[in-house]
């Protein structure tokens, strides 16, 4: 009879309510869902204290420990920050911050000379004082997680100088792609007639094809140096890998992630015949610069960045280095890059045709209270954003497990190379490196993790050594 009850006084509400409600009650069930494993995997950080048997030759006592404690922290400050997004962003649906940010924005333009009928100019002036509202909420999580949690774990390399400098940068270089970016959007979608969902799908297809292209040659650089690998025994043998499988490399870099973090990485990028090789400093024992003893006369600090003692030296080996880009470029032979870029695009046509199928109903937009504009901006905001987040986390998922998947692929190329017992050992030093907790919930691993869990990977390496 409740349910009746409920069922009738559900139907009685307007469309834009239930609409509203649906938003909010989806985004609150997401949130559950999330807590709900990340409680789980909390419960595994906090009961297994001990080396398990199976991990006794993997890792040792005191860093397993290590890591057990790193990943509680992360966890405990990622349950607080998760609670403070979802109520920040309840707390705007329910006080109408959007529609209030919209009529500031139209103020502001309005004061500037630019009436109502410039809608793209105040759509970019909300832009701007979305992006600058989230960054400043975001700030103090942002400060905490570096120099509280990092901090404390020993991976922040940063002083709060290089913190600040660099936050400014990236919110400058972001509103310099995003706002031209979202104008020309805009302006497409204005004048593309019948067909303008094409028209944008292309246009944001040329746009994220520029990006890559010019990301790591022109925007990276802007907060990390970059510097070709010196000539020697690795470079020698990284271009003789590559040729051995025709990867079109034509240059290797080495990017002193060190200043930041001494977690590591390393990836290609480019298109066609003009392809290269990023590795971080901190993966490579000797080049990194957290290995490097501070020359006399230095008190170990620069204006930049803080220079840790280690006990132990971070980083792999040429063999191993070799054998994590094995894998890299596995990802590339078997052509994993070019299956995301086609998934990818086939989901943002799939989007923006959705989107003009929705843009013309007004009860998407008083759901969000407006009333008597329907602002293209806002459309894009409320259909990509709300309505297909349910859409989005079904296919977050499927990413998710087609990613594991492909690292299995990936970690079998390498092995075909002969690079099992180098990419094993180097698995085992990353993780051990980066504090990685090997022990997992299986369905927060099911749920989360892009990468299979450490023991999955080791165990298809062990069996190819063993063969």
């Not at 949690?149 to 919110?171: R, S, V």
């Not at 006369?297 to 080996?317: L, V």
Request: charged residues 20%; glycine residues 6%.
């Amino acid at each position: 009879a409740a349910m009746a009850l409920a069922g009738d006084l559900w139907a009685e509400l307007p469309a834009e309510r239930r609409i509203f409600c649906s938003v909010l009650l989806f985004s609150w069930a997401v949130y559950l869902w999330e807590a709900f494993l990340a409680h789980r995997q909390r419960r595994v950080y906090r009961t297994t204290t001990h080396v398990p048997q199976e991990l006794g030759q993997i890792m040792d006592s005191e860093t397993f420990e290590k890591s057990r404690l790193y990943q509680l922290d992360k966890s405990t400050f990622s349950f607080w920050s998760g609670l403070y997004s979802e109520v920040e962003g309840t707390m705007i649906l329910l006080c109408g911050g959007i529609p209030f940010l919209w009529k500031l924005s139209g103020q502001i333009s309005g004061r500037a000379g630019f009436g109502t009928e410039y809608e793209i100019v105040q759509s970019l002036v909300f832009l701007l004082l979305a992006t600058l509202f989230s960054a400043v909420t975001g700030l103090p999580w942002s400060l905490y997680n570096t120099f509280v949690i990092e901090e404390k774990h020993g991976f922040n390399q940063q002083t709060l100088g290089f913190f600040f400098k660099d936050a400014i940068k990236k919110f400058v270089v972001t509103q310099c792609i995003l706002l031209p970016v979202t104008s020309l959007l805009l302006y497409i979608i204005k004048i593309g007639g019948d067909y303008f969902f094409i028209y944008a799908w292309l246009f944001t297809l040329v746009v994220s094809l520029v990006l890559v292209t010019i990301y790591a040659d022109y925007i990276a650089p802007l907060f990390d140096k970059f510097i070709p690998l010196p000539e020697g025994e690795l470079k020698q043998q990284i271009e003789t890998m590559a040729k051995s499988i025709d990867f079109p490399l034509t240059k290797v870099y080495v990017v002193e992630g060190s200043k930041r973090s001494s977690h590591s990485n390393a990836y290609f990028y480019g298109f066609f015949k003009n392809k290269r090789i990023v590795l971080f400093d901190t993966l490579l024992e000797d080049y990194s610069a957290l290995n490097k003893e501070p020359a006399e006369g230095e008190d170990g600090e620069n204006e930049e960045t803080k220079s840790k003692t280690k006990n132990k030296k971070q980083g792999c080996k040429n063999e191993e280095v070799l054998a994590v880009l094995g894998h890299e470029l596995g990802h590339w032979k078997l052509g994993h890059t070019v299956k995301n870029i086609i998934i990818s695009q086939m989901n943002s046509f799939l989007c923006f045709f959705l989107f003009a199928v929705l843009i013309g109903q007004k009860e998407l937009f008083a759901a969000f209270g407006f009333y008597d504009t329907q602002p293209t901006l806002i459309g894009l905001m409320i259909i990509f954003q709300f309505i297909f987040s349910p859409y989005n986390e079904v296919l977050s998922f499927c990413l998710t497990v087609l990613s594991r998947r492909f690292e299995f692929q990936a970690d079998a190329f390498a092995k075909e190379l002969g690079k099992a017992k180098d990419l094993y050992s180097a698995l085992i030093k990353l993780n051990k490196d980066n504090l990685g907790f090997p022990v997992s919930d299986w369905i927060f691993s099911m749920w989360h993790y892009s990468h299979p869990p450490l023991l999955e990977r080791l165990q298809a390496l062990k069996d190819a050594k063993q063969e």
